[in-house]
């Protein structure tokens, strides 16, 4: 299909973020969308298609929330902005509040940002300086996890796991400091040999690491409930809680990255709400406000907050010109209003066992190696071998994509296939994308002569 003049130069003038040019060149590679209603989104040749993936596991509420879009016009004509620095506006203070009522009780101090990364930027530093103001100025060290990703800034990408010699090589040195233990990743357990007897392996070589390192030298542990980009492995049960333990017991804080497990998408609230743990901070963003406008947070525990206040020089001088900001705080409070009457958490869990059901009757697709997931965030690892387990190559995977997106499927497609729909998919929807992904799967095999 020949590429549109709006197509060509959203390839000559957009910097598309973190794709590779070749792909994007490829016939239809790049779309340009225009609108979205639901789990549907329309690009400019006026075709639909299924969002698998809720933009980047951000459009929660669906698209096209025409009440949030009022809730923010209304506040950009009353007052769009004032400065994050000794002044607050109105919906930010609400927000918060609100907040607070849904974080876990004890975490009830926000600061406001505007995405995952900055969110995770604020985490770090603020645990640096905390261990500083508390006389503990040498932790500053950061354990995190193999393929975990954090985000793009100095910080957050030192902390993330995912493509470290791709990082080292082309952005190195990274942040001092920065160590990773393995995921609680069962399906490809980096430890079986060494340890067959699991008994959470995983969480053991976390503590082994902050002896290795130094407990004193360690200022936070941080990770994401449940990994995404490590292939939305499910830790088993015992797994938080030793995380939760060692903290405790070496006197390190824990940072729970809920850019993508917040706000329902794990079928509760926050994914660690899944472990019962009590992180000491929380990192938010995507869907804080569902997209419809940036907004990111870092909450902390109140006590570890006060450490910061009484005089100038333990104040946090860290601070973002977009912190809190008008317009993004009235999305966030109409987003999370929206959540909380529609009950998209629940409908994340039982849409999530719809789909998590219809993903396990796949199985039978020669190309599906594992199907692992929780409330509406799910995976299948596709394998060229399903005795072996190889993976297959991004390349072939690349295939798969491709019969999905003419299909109508617009999802992330790897070595893994991602599933992340908005959490006000219909099960009518829910159907549509499994019945889509049988036919790419079977057209896919029989491209690459599997079965
Ligand atoms: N943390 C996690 C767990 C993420 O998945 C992401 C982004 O995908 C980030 C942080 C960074 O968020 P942002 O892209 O909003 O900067």
Known sequence: MKRTPVEQSALDHVWVHAMQYADLEQEDGLKVLVRGEGSTLYDARGRAFLDGLAGLCIVNVGHGRAEIAEAMAAQARQLAYVSSFNHVALP???????????????????????????????ALKMARQYHALNGEPQRQKFISRQESYHGATYGAMS?????????????????????????PFCFRCPLHL??????????????????YEGPETIAAIIAEPISFSAGIAVPPAEY???????????????????????????????????????PDMITLAKGFSS????????????????????????????????????????????????????????NAGRMGARL?????????????????????????ELVVDQHTRRKVTMDQAQVLDRHLMQLGLLTRCWDILYFAPPLCITPEEVDQMLAITDVALGRFEDDLGLG
Request: negative net charge; hydrophobic residues 40%; glycine residues 14%.
């Open 291 to 346: 997209g419809y406008a940036p907004l990111g947070a870092c909450v902390v525990k109140r006590e570890l907050a006060e450490a910061f206040v009484g005089h100038s020089d333990l104040t946090f001088r860290h601070g973002y010109s977009y912190g809190g900001h008008a317009v993004s705080a009235a999305a966030g409070l109409k987003n999370i209003e929206v959540l909380e009457r529609e009950d998209l958490a629940g």
């Open 194 to 211: 060494t340890y067959p007897d699991c008994g959470v392996a995983c969480a053991d070589a976390v503590e082994d690491i902050i002896r």
């Open 240 to 278: 938080w809680p030793k995380l939760r333990a060692l903290c405790d017991r070496y006197g390190i804080l824990l940072i729970a990255d809920e850019v993508i497990t917040g706000f329902g998408r794990t079928g509760r609230w926050f994914g660690l709400e899944h472990f019962a743990v009590t």
């Open 356 to 380: 998590g059901q219809g993903l396990a009757n796949l199985a039978r697709h020669p190309s599906v190696g594992d199907v692992r997931g929780i409330g509406l965030m799910w995976a299948v």
């Open 159 to 183: 902390v993330s796991g995912r493509g470290r010699p791709f990082l080292n090589r082309n952005f190195g040195p990274l942040l001092q400091g920065t160590h990773q233990g393995p995921q």
């Open 92 to 122: 930010t203070v609400q927000l918060a509040e609100k907040l607070a009522t849904l974080t876990p009780p004890g975490l009830d101090r926000v600061f406001f940002c505007s995405g995952g990364s900055e969110a995770v930027e604020t």
